[in-house]
Nanobody, 116 residues
């Protein structure tokens, strides 16, 4: 049974940093691409960052490029999202995701609020 459990969200001031974690279980983590999405109130869920299963190839949404970094530790079955220079518009629920064919697996999400 695939499980994804996010943690690390919270309230942070503009310009601050947070690191999100997603602990994965129930599948061979090292062989799957991992994704971070976010959904702000009243908006559609959007893809923020992608990391391939092998090597260090990553992709980012233009809105977070240069500020966010996705990484993974295959020994710990964990994917991370380091978020720096946070802006109020980064406020959202952040979700960890992986895919098997056309099926999406989601975590429960972690709230990130950027406000002074």
């Amino acid at each position: 049974q695939v499980q994804l459990v996010e943690s690390g969200g919270g309230l942070v001031q503009p310009g601050g940093s947070l690191r999100l974690s997603c602990a994965a279980s129930g599948f061979t983590f090292s062989t799957y691409r991992m994704y971070w999405y976010r959904q702000a109130p009243g908006k559609e869920r959007e893809l923020v960052a992608t990391m391939l299963s092998a090597g260090s190839s990553t992709n980012y949404a233009d809105s977070v490029k240069g500020r966010f970094t996705i990484s993974r530790d295959n020994a710990k079955n964990t994917v991370y999202l380091q978020m720096n220079s946070l802006k109020p518009e980064d406020t959202a629920v952040y979700y960890c995701n992986t895919k098997r064919g056309s099926y999406n697996y989601w975590g429960q999400g972690t709230q990130v609020t950027v406000s002074s």
